[in-house]
């Protein structure tokens, strides 16, 4: 079992922390939230007064981190040292937040120079995957590097790849989510147009689930609210993944395609969609809410 430091215990990263702690790995915890660390204290987590503290003395180091100038400043150091300067000999760094691809290069690139493996391992399956354990982490890296995280990762999901050089998991993520967005606005206008003329909603979703329009936001993640259980539209919309963080992806998914000089009209039209959706206030609720958007107007 390894010596793990894991650094940003928000939605995602407390669960995840906590599958570490249960496959038996000695897991040291920071979040600038007290209450998320003390979460993970009662389930047998050490607690550090700072990152660069619990970053000290370990095997690995696992961050989860809202943003990619989050991600430059903590491991590269801003106000405080950064963790490349902390760390000890060997530390295999892993990154699992959704970031710009050029940061993750950057943090890369330095810590090669200091003879550090760091590995951007963006994940997908929410929040309902980070407590299951049944994560996608998408990995970019070198292959020694990916090799290291591999076994670590596995205590936290159920797929790994190796997407390529840094920065590969995040260009591969962002492409993910782009698609999911477009996949969540044609399966929502679909639906609702099926309402508009009296079609029963759950019978509409079998039936396009094992036809050509079948995909995984019909299998796994309904918008309509009523015809799947245990999925945030038939909770309010609460929980899942915020329409903000979509909007922050699509984001990076649009910058990365100016990079390319890539055709996304698709995406750029999803991320007006969901940017109109988060400024009407919808911006903590699931992205599914944007089902809401194509129904009728109540009278």
């Not at 609702?192 to 995984?216: A, E, F, R």
């Not at 329409?243 to 698709?266: C, F, H, R, W, Y």
């Amino acid at each position: 079992m390894s010596r793990i430091a894991f650094i940003g215990l928000g939605h995602m990263g407390g669960p995840m922390a906590a599958n570490l702690l249960k496959a038996g790995h000695q897991v040291t915890v920071f979040d600038l939230v007290p209450a998320a660390m003390q979460s993970l204290a009662a389930q047998g987590a050490e607690l550090a007064t700072s990152a660069q503290q619990a970053a000290e003395n370990v095997e690995v180091v696992i961050t989860m981190l809202p943003a990619g100038k989050h991600v430059r400043g903590l491991y590269l150091g801003a106000e405080q040292p950064g963790l490349l300067e902390v760390v000890a000999k060997d530390t295999l760094l892993i990154d699992c937040s959704t970031i710009d691809a050029n940061s993750a290069q950057l943090v890369a690139a330095q810590a090669a120079a200091k003879g550090l493996e760091f590995v951007d391992a963006p994940v997908s399956g929410g929040t309902a995957g980070a407590a299951a354990g049944t994560l996608t982490f998408i990995c970019g890296g070198t292959d020694a590097g990916f090799v290291r995280a591999e076994p670590v990762l596995a205590a936290m999901g159920a797929n790994i790849f190796h997407a390529g050089a840094a920065g590969a998991g995040q260009i591969a993520k962002i492409c993910n989510n782009m698609l999911l967005s477009v996949l969540m606005i044609g399966t929502s206008e679909a639906l609702q147009m099926g309402l508009d003329h009296g079609l029963d909603p759950k019978v509409l979703s079998d039936i396009m689930k094992v036809s050509s329009g079948g995909n995984w936001t019909l299998e796994k993640y309904n918008p309509c609210p009523g015809v799947m259980e245990n999925v945030p539209s038939s909770k309010g919309y609460e929980g899942g993944f915020m329409v903000d963080l979509m909007v922050k992806d699509l984001g990076l998914s649009q910058e990365a395609a100016l990079l390319s000089n890539s055709s996304t009209p698709m995406g750029a039209l999803a991320r007006s969609l969901y940017v109109n959706h988060a400024r009407q206030g919808n911006g903590a609720r699931d992205f599914s809410s944007i089902f809401e958007q194509f129904a009728k107007t109540k009278k």
